[in-house]
């Protein structure tokens, strides 16, 4: 079936595009001329954050605003380059005081407040590696995390940091809890010089990690470099299409990679102005701050879309608009509906990028002056070479399905998996990085996403391992063991669904369908309670048995199967079932 074609022939950009011409620029773009237009110390030394805000601090943008923030009550506050700079100063020797060094571990478990920003900042100025912990974690997934990095200081507040009391005692190498909304906090904060040598790292240093999640084990950390901001930058400017005038709002929170590439450091290296948001998600609430805030870059999530596509075509016909003029999405799949509604009630269309925690920056996009081709996600970003690989590393033809890859190289590719190798390598294959998504190229090289290759699950967005869930739910008494999917979602996307075999003298109590349901909803609340609240199963089915192979895995595939009403296809290695 021939895609349809949002064309951008006649279309006129209020300021020109950076990127007139894909194809040219795809030609004629190598990363050593892109990185030119980042600063670097003598030596070819390069710290990201120096680039992100010290630069501008001290040239021409340093009394613009750098961050307009509004809080969670309504609070507003704004900072321009000199102020980050000075407030992130402060912070970096605080933390050098407390003993913070070169390639120490630093963790941050805040909500989306400036604090949040500027310790962030901080950590890689001083050359210690940024970690950071998304705020609906709790116990066990902070536990995961905390333990494996070895961190060494936490940066957190108050209500934040009584999820930490309990697995203190299991954290030796945690040294230091700094609780910022106390007055001790802020009197040592006050109490530090806002200059500050910033360490001049070496590309290849460390700079930030998260944890993500893949099929089996643990959620894995994964380090990037302070190089890793050649690409950040060059796509905020290519793809995000960000100008010295513009003021730019990615709804996405720095515990997942894309509030970190996007709001801190690739956006910021172009010098631009960041609206951050400290509140939840609300559909007429957004639209307000797009209005109010005069907001011309919109980078967000496809689940946000759709609830805001279910509130129906007059929500944004209400809001004055006028300034928008490029909004994207990232994270899941952007349906083609999400694309015809917001030509229709915005007058423009949602651009599709897809990357990876992995990959550091978006990967593959559509460009602001590339016609889309509704569904898919576009080409691969300059200087990158993507394409469709079989399970041995080989390219297959056009329009066939295949694992989507990318050639190794690009400045923001993730740099190891923290103190594990055999992980990292096992991205790899015949010199491509395999991403785990499964896709196709068509003849005019655009790419279109089918699915993950694995079990991992994406809920609103989240990156979510089936075995995190799995290992909480077995804590429970109740629980034997358990079987985690994703289950197709209208507005999420996935919702996680848990399959759970009980204990004997738990499945005496749950003889009617009301004492079943109360179990199930204890459950769902004893893994948002501990390990996240955006982790946990919506949907709890129990069952007698869980499909398994010879050598005792789960099988999942047969669960989704199931759920799905499809043919189980090959259980060639299934136990019995
Ligand atoms: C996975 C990566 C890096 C941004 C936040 C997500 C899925 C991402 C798209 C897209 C379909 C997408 C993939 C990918 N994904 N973008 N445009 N279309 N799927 O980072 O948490 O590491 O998740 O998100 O499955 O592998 P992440």
């Not at 897809?354 to 996009?365: D, K, L």
Request: hydrophobic share 40%; proline share 5%.
């Amino acid at each position: 079936m021939a895609a349809q074609v949002y064309s951008k022939k006649d279309k006129k950009f209020p300021v020109l595009p950076n990127l007139a011409d894909y194809e040219k620029l795809h030609a004629e773009f190598n990363w050593s001329e892109a990185s030119k237009e980042l600063d670097w110390f003598e030596d070819g030394k390069l710290n990201a954050a120096y680039n992100a805000i010290d630069r501008h601090a001290k040239g021409d943008r340093k009394d613009k605003l750098a961050l307009i923030w509004e809080g969670a009550k309504g609070e507003k506050k704004q900072y321009t380059f000199l102020d980050l700079f000075k407030l992130s100063n402060k912070f970096a020797n605080l933390i050098k005081n407390k003993g913070a060094q070169k390639g120490d571990r630093i963790f941050i478990f805040l909500p989306r407040i400036p604090y949040l920003y500027t310790a962030f900042l901080a950590i890689l100025k001083n050359g210690s590696v940024a970690g950071l912990l998304f705020s609906a974690f709790q116990e066990q997934a902070l536990l995961d995390r905390l333990s494996d990095s070895g961190a060494k200081i936490l940066f957190t507040n108050s209500e934040l940091a009584k999820r930490v009391e309990g697995i203190r005692s299991k954290l030796p190498e945690l040294k230091e809890i700094l609780i910022v909304d106390t007055p001790e906090f802020e009197n040592e904060l006050a109490a530090q010089p806002d200059s500050f040598e910033t360490v001049k790292t070496d590309p290849s240093d460390f700079a930030f990690m998260l944890y993500t999640s893949g099929t089996t084990g643990k959620p894995k950390g994964v380090v990037h470099h302070h190089y890793a901001i050649v690409a950040q930058h060059a796509t905020a400017k290519y793809v995000l299409d960000i100008h010295d005038t513009d003021i730019y709002w990615c709804t996405a929170d720095p515990g997942w990679v894309t509030g970190i590439a996007y709001t801190i450091l690739g956006s910021w290296s172009c010098g631009v102005t960041s609206f951050i948001d400290e509140g939840r998600f609300d559909p007429s609430r957004w639209f307000q701050k797009l209005q109010d805030y005069k907001i011309n870059i919109w980078y967000t999530a496809p689940t946000a879309i759709r609830m805001i596509m279910a509130e129906g075509e007059d929500l944004p016909k209400k809001y004055d608009l006028s300034h928008l003029r490029h909004i994207l999405s990232v994270g899941e799949p952007l349906n083609p509906e999400a694309i015809h509604w917001s030509i229709k009630t915005m007058g423009m269309p949602f651009h599709d990028t897809w990357w990876q925690t992995e990959t550091g920056c978006i990967s593959i996009a559509n460009y602001p002056t590339m016609d889309i081709k509704i569904g898919s996600m576009g080409k691969p970003f300059l200087g990158m070479e993507a394409a469709i690989v079989d399970d041995a590393g080989k390219p297959v033809a056009n329009d066939t399905e295949g694992n989507i890859a990318l050639r190794p190289g690009w400045p923001s590719m993730m740099k190891t998996i923290w103190q594990r190798q055999e992980k990292y390598d096992s991205y790899f294959i015949n010199n491509w990085y395999l991403s785990g998504d499964r896709g196709y190229r068509d003849s005019d090289g655009y790419f279109w996403f089918i699915g993950r290759s694995d079990d991992v699950i994406k809920t609103s967005g989240e990156r979510v391992g089936p075995f995190e869930v799995e290992s909480a739910l077995v804590e429970h008494p109740a629980v034997v063991e358990a079987g985690v999917i994703g289950k197709p979602d209208q507005a999420r996307g996935e919702v996680i669904k848990a399959f759970v075999v009980l204990e004997k003298e738990y499945l005496d109590k749950v003889k009617t369908t009301e004492e079943a349901q109360k179990l199930k909803d204890e459950l769902s609340q004893y893994v948002k309670k501990h390990l996240a609240g955006h982790a946990y199963p919506r949907e709890v089915e129990f069952i007698d048995k869980l499909p398994k192979t010879r050598s005792g895995k789960i099988m999942r595939r047969i669960l989704k199967a199931k759920e799905m009403g499809q043919p189980v296809g090959d259980t060639s290695t299934l136990e019995e079932y």
